[in-house]
């Protein structure tokens, strides 16, 4: 008795254990009008080798699961000598009833017409999608464009959910839509349209919830701080930070939980708590230090590390009131920020810029502010960059009004503006 390899590479590669594959065929049983009768002994007898040829019902529902014929999956019809084979009357049945009745031609369609499995490799194949767009906003930021093909990302992982399945993959199907809907959020909240990225918010929860993913949860939490922070409500983005804070991921991986305290940071910092918004950066640098540096971590999250905790602190710094620390953590974010995060280096410089204006440097904070028109030549600037700049001109036009190098700079900036 030899064990049918066919069958068990099938059902690693869809995701299967034995009691899943036998709760997908008696689902499919019962689809076809039969009872459902498959336990995990009948699996283990088709695993083994025990069972080499099915049941006629069990045969076709494996076959719609599989959404290949019983033979590429390893099984062997018995020699009877003088009479036809069996699978041979099968078809010719199957063939009688089509042309006979129509409703028999539904449960008995051809093969090819059926619902194929779902694998790995298909939500491998997804994520691969994700990753794409992911590195598309590293370098031009949040746009329509990259929204619309995320939400397409995140239907065609819901529509897998129809095809045959294990447990197992349909909570990764649901995670992958869940990040795919997340970024279509980020998207919107980047390009500074708030209301379509809270719906994009709040259907990425509910997807996250049913994923029982909390990766995914905290980075829709992480994007409702900074969804409050943009509509100015700094309570509920503190109260957003903490339910990232909360997540399950918090406790196993430093890294999470240090975005999540630095996102809290930033919160405190907008409420004018000082010692709240120091503490929580505090917090955050502890627990990037405990973080594992290369475990295996979704592409949304490869912005985060010591240079964006910089760029974080220094926007805490700035606005609690220390100018100056606020342009030295911008220079350390700089001077460590990888190449490809091209619009999260363009933010970090306009930081720079405000934090030396803040320090009345109003020439060198100009001269500072117009490199981000180059950083961004290529590309259109993104809302949450063009609002950055719009407060770094309110606040040049009040601390330097009469000052020429600043007239220069506003018309650079209005030229700019109607470019972007």
């Known amino acids: 008795m030899l064990p049918n390899q066919e069958l068990t ?23 076809d009008g039969c009872e459902g009768t498959v336990s995990d002994r009948t699996v283990r007898y088709w695993v083994t080798g025990k069972t080499r040829w099915p049941h006629p019902r069990q045969r076709a529902a494996l076959e719609a699961v599989f959404g290949c014929t019983a033979a590429e999956l390893g099984f062997t019809p018995p020699s009877r000598p003088g009479h036809p084979r069996e699978s041979e009357q099968h078809v010719e049945r199957r063939t009688f009833l089509i042309a006979t009745t129509g409703t028999t031609a539904g449960v008995l369609a051809p093969l090819d017409s059926r619902p194929s499995t779902v694998g790995i490799s298909d939500v491998i194949r997804l994520r691969d999608g994700l990753d794409d767009l992911m590195a598309l906003d590293d370098t031009r930021g949040g746009h329509e464009s990259l929204e619309h093909s995320a939400v397409s990302g995140a239907s065609k992982a819901l529509e897998m959910q129809r095809r045959a399945a294990s447990q197992r993959i349909r909570q990764r199907l649901f995670s992958v839509a869940a990040d795919f809907t997340a970024t279509a959020a980020w998207s919107a909240l980047d390009a500074r349209h708030s209301d379509r990225a809270e719906q994009h918010l709040n259907r990425a929860l509910y997807l996250a919830g049913l994923a029982q993913d909390p990766v995914a949860e905290l980075r829709v939490w992480n994007s409702f701080a900074m969804l409050a922070h943009q509509r100015q409500d700094f309570n509920q983005a503190v109260d957003s930070a903490q339910a990232a804070q909360a997540t399950a991921i918090t406790r196993r991986d430093p890294l999470f939980a240090s975005l999540a305290h630095a996102r809290t940071a930033i919160g405190h910092a907008n409420l004018g708590d000082r010692q709240a918004a120091l503490r929580s950066l505090g917090y955050a640098r502890e627990a990037l230090i405990k973080a594992e540096p290369l475990p295996p971590r979704p592409s949304w999250v490869a912005f985060y590390g010591s240079a964006e905790l910089n760029a974080i602190t220094a926007i805490v710094r700035d606005r609690i009131g220390d100018p100056a620390e606020a342009e030295a953590a911008s220079h350390q974010a700089l001077s460590a920020i990888p190449v490809q995060f091209r ?78």
């Open 9 to 31: 590479q099938a059902m690693t590669e869809a995701g299967f254990t034995q009691s899943e594959l036998a709760d997908a065929m008696n689902a499919r049983l019962r689809l």
């Open 343 to 420: 619009r999260n280096r363009a933010l970090a410089t306009a930081r720079l810029a405000l934090a030396q204006l803040h320090q009345r440097d109003v020439e060198q904070s100009c001269d500072t502010a117009a490199s981000v028109f180059s950083l961004m030549a290529t590309s259109p600037i993104p809302g949450r960059m063009r609002s950055l700049l719009g407060d770094y001109y309110r606040d040049l036009i009040t601390l330097a009004p009469k000052s020429p190098v600043a007239r220069e700079w506003g018309d650079r900036y209005r030229l700019e503006w109607s470019r972007a």
